[in-house]
């Protein structure tokens, strides 16, 4: 069966990012929006949905250990997290490994495997967000920089003794056991 998409119409989307604190009732707001697009732009629609944040997470091996950094904002800041951030538009998952390992330790990375997909919606308390996880080798200079205050390699046996930021213990544990696979 081949799909015609010859009626269907392109279209460019996007995201209105409205944050409000948990349990706000945004109805008033949705029909502020809806009546402001129906009398100026009646050319657009509004589709008013909550968003889910997409981001990236990297188990990276270096110098007989694992990357850690020390989060220089909140959540969690002040504790040792595995490097990542949010994909950004255009950005494939890998892309945004490789850009977010470079921007928070400094080091090139070569992704070698998906340890997996984590979608918790309770694994961030900042909202409802799926990350990807990757094993990587790391090659470079290691230095913290972006959203971390400090990179550092922590051995194995460290790691373990170690509170993570978020659900980074068991991206590191579904890791190891990769590893050891």
């Not at 949705?30 to 944040?53: S, V």
């Not at 220089?72 to 390992?101: Q, T």
């Not at 928070?104 to 308390?125: C, F």
């Amino acid at each position: 069966m081949r799909w015609d998409f010859s009626e269907v119409k392109a279209m460019d989307r996007y995201v209105l990012l409205i944050k409000s604190p948990k349990g706000y009732d945004i109805t008033p707001v949705k029909e502020d929006i809806r009546k402001l697009l129906r009398d100026k732009y009646p050319e657009l629609k509004a589709e008013i949905h909550r968003c889910i944040g997409l981001t990236v997470d990297l188990v990276i091996l270096y110098r007989g250990g694992i990357v850690l950094i020390k989060r220089r904002r909140e959540p969690f800041k002040d504790h040792w997290a595995l490097p990542g951030g949010f994909v950004e538009y255009g950005e494939s998952v890998e892309d945004a490994a490789i850009r977010e390992a470079r921007e928070e330790t400094g080091l090139d990375v070569e992704l070698i495997k998906l340890i997996g997909v984590y979608s918790d919606p309770n694994r961030d308390p900042r909202g409802h967000t799926v990350t990807v996880a990757f094993l990587a080798k790391g090659y470079g200079e290691l230095k913290g920089g972006d959203d971390a205050e400090e990179a550092r390699v922590f051995s194995f046996d460290e790691i373990k003794n170690l509170k993570l930021a978020f659900d980074h213990a068991k991206i590191v544990e579904d890791a190891l056991g990769i590893l050891r696979g």
